[in-house]
Nanobody, 127 residues
Framework: QVQLVESGGGLVQTGGSLRLSCTAS????????MGWFRQTSGQEREVVAA????????QYADSVKGRFTISRDDAKNTMYLQMNSLKPEDTAVYYC????????????????????WGQGTQVTVSS
């Protein structure tokens, strides 16, 4: 079993920044493809950004390109999401996800691609 714990959410004004962290238990973090997703009430969970297990490949939702950066530090078993120039429409619960199934160098953007999820952290951007 893998446990994922998100942190770093909060309330920020439009144009501000936050950095989310996702820390994983266990010794196999470096073998996992990882992703950040977000969800608002009544909406489906959507991908924000994803990173391959090597960190070499990343993919972003069009709505966050140029503002958000996904990264990982395998020595710390931690993935990050640096969020800059935040907008009210970024308000959501943000979830991190891990894929322990074979992934090679792939980047995965569907919720069904992942088999472990964190509990989520609330990000609220005020206008």
């Amino acid at each position: 079993q893998v446990q994922l714990v998100e942190s770093g959410g909060g309330l920020v004004q439009t144009g501000g920044s936050l950095r989310l962290s996702c820390t994983a238990s266990g010794r196999s973090f470096s073998s996992y493809a990882m992703g950040w997703f977000r969800q608002t009430s009544g909406q489906e969970r959507e991908v924000v950004a994803a990173v391959s297990k090597t960190g070499a490949n990343t993919q972003y939702a069009d709505s966050v390109k140029g503002r958000f950066t996904i990264s990982r530090d395998d020595a710390k078993n931690t993935m990050y999401l640096q969020m800059n120039s935040l907008k009210p429409e970024d308000t959501a619960v943000y979830y991190c996800a891990a894929r322990s199934r074979y992934s090679w160098i792939g980047v995965f953007v569907q919720t069904s691609d992942y088999n472990y999820w964190g509990q989520g952290t609330q990000v609220t951007v005020s206008s």
